[in-house]
């Protein structure tokens, strides 16, 4: 069975930066897409950035270059380096896995990130 446990979101003033952490639990965790969604009251669900088994990461447009995701392998885990924060930013961010071949998706419980002055 896989879990999801994100961290480090939090409050955060305009222009600041936060990086938010996943740690997996499970196995097989180099074949899954790893991603990270975020979602605000009334909204659905939005891509934020995603990153393939071999590190090909995908980014939404509107974020124009702002945010870097990464993972590691060996420590089964995925990040998410977010900097030049706007207040449109503030949402609760979701870590996701997927595995490709069988369209299968795992959710962590979420982490809320608030970007206010």
């Known amino acids: 069975q896989v879990q999801l446990v994100e961290s480090g979101g939090g409050l955060v003033q305009p222009g600041g930066s936060l990086r938010l952490s996943c740690v997996y639990s499970?196995?097989?965790?180099?074949?899954?897409?790893m991603g990270w969604y975020r979602q605000v009251p009334g909204k659905k669900r939005e891509l934020v950035a995603t990153?393939?088994?071999?590190?090909?990461?995908n980014y939404a447009e509107s974020l124009n270059g702002r945010f870097t995701i990464s993972r590691d392998n060996a420590k089964n885990t995925v990040s998410l380096q977010m900097n030049s924060l706007k207040p449109e930013d503030t949402a609760v961010y979701y870590c996701?896995?997927?595995?490709?071949?069988?369209?299968?998706?795992?959710w962590g419980q979420g982490t809320q990130v608030t970007v206010s002055s």
């Open positions: 996701n896995a997927r595995r490709i071949a069988t369209l299968t998706d795992f």
């Open positions: 990153i393939s088994s071999g590190g090909g990461a």
């Open positions: 499970g196995s097989a965790f180099s074949i899954y897409t």
